[in-house]
Nanobody
Framework: QVQLVESGGGLVQAGGSLRLSCAAS????????MGWYRQAPGKQRELVAR???????NYADSLKGRFTISSDNAKITVYLQMNSLKPEDTAVYYC???????????WGQGTQVTVSS
């Protein structure tokens, strides 16, 4: 199994920045990719950004240019740098790991990001 622990959420004013971190432990050698998803109240969970073990990244189209995902493979930690935050970015942000040949999903507990106007 893979365990994921997120940190870095909080309250920020519109236009501000936050950096989220997600540390993986357990069977980290089996991780194919890690990413961030978010879920706003009353909405479905959506992909924010994803990074593969080889470093390939993809983003939600609406977030390109403001959010950046990166990883520290040595520590199996993934970061999400969020700039120019908007109130509509308010959501619970979840870390995800895609593991093994069957692409089993693991999820963190989530971290709240609130952007005030």
């Amino acid at each position: 199994q893979v365990q994921l622990v997120e940190s870095g959420g909080g309250l920020v004013q519109a236009g501000g920045s936050l950096r989220l971190s997600c540390a993986a432990s357990g069977r980290v050698f089996s991780i194919n990719a890690m990413g961030w998803y978010r879920q706003a109240p009353g909405k479905q969970r959506e992909l924010v950004a994803r990074i593969t073990r080889r470093g390939s990244t993809n983003y939600a189209d609406s977030l390109k240019g403001r959010f950046t995902i990166s990883s520290d493979n040595a520590k199996i930690t993934v970061y999400l740098q969020m700039n120019s935050l908007k109130p509509e970015d308010t959501a619970v942000y979840y870390c995800n790991a895609d593991s093994g040949p069957n692409n089993i999903d693991y999820w963190g507990q989530g971290t709240q990001v609130t952007v005030s106007s």
